[in-house]
Every structure is written in C-alpha cells, then in structure tokens.
C-alpha cells in the first residue's frame, strides 16, 4: 500500500488492498491488524502457521488467544481458575475443571454488569439522594425550630424590658452553640455521603464504559462494587430543643427566666440488605401530615364528554393519562398537553403504566393486547388467548402484573409477566375460592414490600396477597363509615407501604398501612369523583377527577 494512501483509507483488505474489508481474523489480529475482504478469506486460511477465526469486522474482540497455547483460540472459560482457555488446556493443567462456553460466559458478565449498572442506578444512588435530601430537611426543621424558639424568648424577654436583656442573649448563645454543633454534624455526614454519591456515578460510568464493549478481557475481568455500596451510612435522627417559659421572679430570674432543652441525636443502622423484600430506609423521614394540601390542579382535555380514568407518573414533571376515548396523553404540571398516542385499535385503552424504563404500557380490551409506546412506536407486548386484559402495574423488577377477566366475563385472575413469560398467576385462597370478584375494574398495584393490592369494585374491596400469593388481608372500608359503600376505583401504594384508594363515590382518599389498618381520609381537598391514583417520586399523590377531567397533585405526608 502507498503510504501516502494510507492516512486516507485506514482498513484495507491486508492482502489485496481492498477498501472498507468486511471481515477481520480475530486470532491473527493480535500480531497486526488482519483485515480481508470476501475473496482473499480463503488464501488467509491457508496459511497454517496459525489458527485462524474470521468474523464479520463488527464481532472482532469477540476471541482472544490462549495464555498457554498461543496458537489456539480461548473457546471455554473455567470457572475453578477464573481463566479463559482453549481446548487444549482442558486435557492438561484444567483436567476435570468446570468449563462454560466462553461466549456463554461473556453474555453472562454483560447481564451480570446491566444489572450492576441498573443497580447503582435506579436503587442504590436514589437511596443516597434520599438521604441527603432528608438531612435537607432537617437542615431546614431545625433552621425553623430555631427561628420559632428565638421568637418565642424574646417575646417572653419584651414582658421582663429592659432588665432581662442580658439574660436574654444567655438561651439564644446556648441555642446557637447547639445549631453550630447539630450542623457540623449534619454537614459532615452529608459530605461523606454525597463523596460516596459521586464514586457511585463514576463507578456507573465505568460500567457504561464496560457495557459498551466488547472487549472480553476488560469485561471478564470485572469485579463487582456493588456490596461495597450496599451498606448505608448510619441514619441520624435530629432531637430538636424546646423553649419553656418560666414566670417570672426578679430575685430568681437567671434560674427562672427559661429552660431550653438540649439537642440529641439517635443513630440508627440502616436495613443495609437492600435488595431484601420490603425494605424501607426511608420510612421514618415521610410521616402523614394533618392536613393534605393541594399542590397543583390541571386541567386536561378529558371531562363531560371523555371520563379520565388513569394516571402514571413518567416523572415529577409529566404525567400520562387515560379516559374513556382512544387517546393517551401526556402533561406536564402546567397542564400542557406534551405528547398524544392513539391506541392501535382505536378504542379506549383499559389502563396505564409507566414501566422502569420510562415507556408507556396500556392494555386494550377489545383486541386482548398488551402494548407498549416506545417513542413514537407501538409495539404489542403480549397477545392473550380466552381472557381479556383489564388494569396493569409495573413492578420494582419491571414485571406487569395484569388484572384479566376469561371471555365469557365469570372468572378474573392477576397474572404476572417477566418480558413475554408467565411467571405467576393469582387466582385463588388457600380453600379454593376466587379471590376477585369477576367482573368491572380492579385496578392494582405491587406494594414495596412486594404484596399484589388489588382494588376490587364489584367486591368492595382491596385484596392483598403476598409475594407467593397468598391472601393477607381484605379492607372494605373504616368500620365507623357511615356514608355510601365502599366502592374502591383507582389504587396507589408509596415507599411506606402504605395502600391509598380511590373512594368515587364518597369523594375521598383512604389510606391503610400495610396491614390494612385504616389510618385517615384524604378528604379536604374538594374532591370530586377521584378515579386513578398514583404516586410520583417527591412522595406526592396523584388524583383523577373523572368527570371535571382535572389532575389533582397533593401532599400528604411529610
């Protein structure tokens, strides 16, 4: 080849020059670059000075020679030497060893690596932002403790004038030296964990960097960091001082002018196992509030004509819904319409969810589809045969779980999918009965201790099973109800595993802790007809109204 030539075609068939060779020798390559075009592949494997293994140029990296047999190629991995070897080497020093096939092996790390990588992602890192919004917030409690206890002494200080001044300043100097005390220690615990926060990111980017390669000594090679991450920092919990005003008695009144309460702080360990089922870090930082508060309230196009019936959260931004027309839509908090999908058949969709990787799923009754929006794309996930899907969830593992009615409308079952596979069907209690009602909507959801809570509105009920199944518990309402029947439509659960339920008819939210045990109403928010519920990741509840066709966004728990 001309050198001067060279700069400007840089893969060119090794033996007749070629341009653009569309196959590459994956064992010669390691001495110089053998590049080869469909009619010189036969005179390059004629040479016989060495293996040779010609690929397609986009699956070169996919072979590596033998450390011992430099003329062999690696066509096994033994698990006992966690080594890549050839043939060769199975009869000698890996004589009675377990072997995989060594591409077997690679697809094997590179799954082993997307889930690291899904991991640090979406379970991990969230779990370490979480905390340090929560020092956030204590940050500010305490920040608003102080004002409100430095407003309260001198209030009690303006009864005393001008002869209690200096007593005064005495609390707040105290007060202060416990604010700079509690910071240092919350600054420095936030510090330490957003250190850790940005090995994770790195560590992710690496894994990127791995996934993206096919370069099979750096992937087999990987060791996993992820049990390294998986042990949280201790969770500290802030004991706030108190003010107490004491009467006051001028030839006491250092002793008597107030008491104020010293900071504390407890340590708790984290549930460090943090792919256990139901395992909750956060569950003391997200306490009910009083008073439930509408954040937001917009208005969609759905309403008088078009019944809105689901809601999913795709971020804290944008939310999809549903309704009784053929059209799925997409709004931001604005209430600005973002995107638009028909359904393939053109009928109304039964229900929506948003899957972990942020595409849309509906179910369509008519056609017995399962279909998935990717972009612009419609692609059908599952076809059914003599059942009909109703309502759906995506689950913590992005599986569906799929409410379905049989064709003849007698018989409902909860079906779990993992991709197109069956996993798990519920359908019955331990004596052989139905356990859902079988006809209408039954919208449901997985809770994060990984029970199955299904609204059941013909019944009246929430139907909880467990993992396997299992029925744990029933809620049909608080006993002391004294308004219309407990018809349950839309379903929310949050990362307290608390179930909160759509009351259409008594216009109103319950809310149950994980046993099923009745804790408050959501009901001072002027709602009306609430239909679908979801929870986005700030905590806030997501409510349809179905008939005025609004979104309601409310904060109820801390």
């Not at 007593?167 to 007060?175: H, V, W, Y």
């Not at 589809?369 to 059914?384: A, D, G, H, P, R």
Request: proline letters at 4%; one cysteine or more; hydrophobic letters at 30%.
């Amino acid at each position: 080849m001309d050198p001067r030539r060279s700069a400007q075609d840089l893969l060119r068939c090794q033996l007749c020059d070629t341009p653009v060779p569309p196959l590459y020798c994956g064992i010669c390559h390691i001495h110089q670059n053998i590049h080869l075009c469909k009619a010189c592949v036969g005179d390059h494997l004629l040479d016989e000075s060495s293996e040779h293994n010609v690929v397609p140029f986009d699956k070169r990296g996919l072979t590596t020679k033998c450390q011992k047999h430099s003329t062999k190629v690696c066509e096994l991995y033994c698990e006992e030497c966690d080594i890549s070897i050839c043939a060769t080497c199975v009869s000698s020093e890996h004589k009675g060893h377990e072997f995989t096939e060594i591409l077997k092996y690679f697809e094997d790390k590179k799954d082993a690596i997307q889930k690291d990588f899904q991991k640090l992602q979406k379970s991990i890192n969230p779990k370490y932002q979480e905390i340090v919004s929560h020092i956030s917030v204590q940050k500010a409690d305490l920040n608003k403790n102080s004002q409100k206890l430095t407003s309260a002494i001198n209030k009690h200080g303006e009864d005393l004038h001008t002869e209690v001044d200096i007593i005064i300043k005495n609390p707040i100097s105290n007060l202060d030296e416990m604010d700079l005390k509690q910071l240092a220690v919350l600054n420095k615990q936030e510090n330490e964990i957003k250190l850790i926060i940005s090995k994770i990111v790195q560590c992710t980017t690496d894994l990127e960097k791995l996934l993206n390669s096919n370069d099979i000594n750096l992937v087999t090679a990987y060791k996993s960091r992820n049990t390294k991450f998986r042990k949280l920092p201790p969770k500290l919990k802030v004991s706030l001082p108190s003010f107490t005003p004491q009467k006051i008695n001028k030839e006491q009144l250092y002793e008597q002018f107030c008491s104020l309460s010293s900071f504390s702080r407890n340590i708790e360990a984290h549930d460090n196992t943090m792919d256990a089922p139901g395992a909750d870090t956060s569950a003391s930082y997200k306490s009910l509030i009083d008073e439930p508060r509408i954040v937001k309230d917009i208005n969609t196009d759905c309403g008088i004509q078009n019944c809105l019936c689901s809601v999913s959260c795709l971020s804290d931004e944008r939310i999809w819904t549903s309704g009784s027309d053929s059209i799925m839509r997409l709004y931001n908090l604005q209430g600005e319409l973002m995107k638009s999908v028909k359904t393939k058949s053109g009928t109304w969709p039964g229900d929506i969810a948003v899957a972990e990787s942020g595409y849309l799923v509906y179910t369509d009754y008519e056609d017995s589809f399962i279909n998935m929006v990717k972009n612009t794309e419609m692609q059908t996930l599952i076809k059914l045969q003599g059942w009909k899907p109703r309502n759906v969830c995506c689950t913590s593992s992005d599986d569906l779980l799929v409410v379905m009615n049989n064709d003849d409308g007698r018989k409902a079952k909860v079906v779990r999918y993992s991709g197109f596979r069956e996993k798990q069907t519920i359908e019955f209690n331990d004596k052989g009965q139905p356990l859902y009602s079988a006809r209408d909507i039954k919208y449901i959801k997985e809770n994060t201790n990984l029970d199955t809570c299904v609204a059941d509105w013909a019944a009246g009920a929430v139907v909880v099973v467990n993992q396997a199944g299992k029925l744990r518990f029933t809620f049909t309402g608080p006993p002391s109800s004294t308004k219309t029947p407990f018809n349950p439509r839309g379903i929310a659960t949050d990362s307290q595993s608390r179930i909160l339920v759509a009351d259409w008819d008594n216009n109103r939210i319950h809310k149950t802790d994980k046993d099923g045990q009745f804790l408050r109403f959501i009901d001072n928010c002027n709602l009306q007809n609430p239909w679908g519920l979801c929870v986005d990741a700030r905590y806030n509840l997501i409510v349809a109204e179905s008939e005025r066709g609004k979104l309601k966004k409310i904060q109820y728990c801390n």
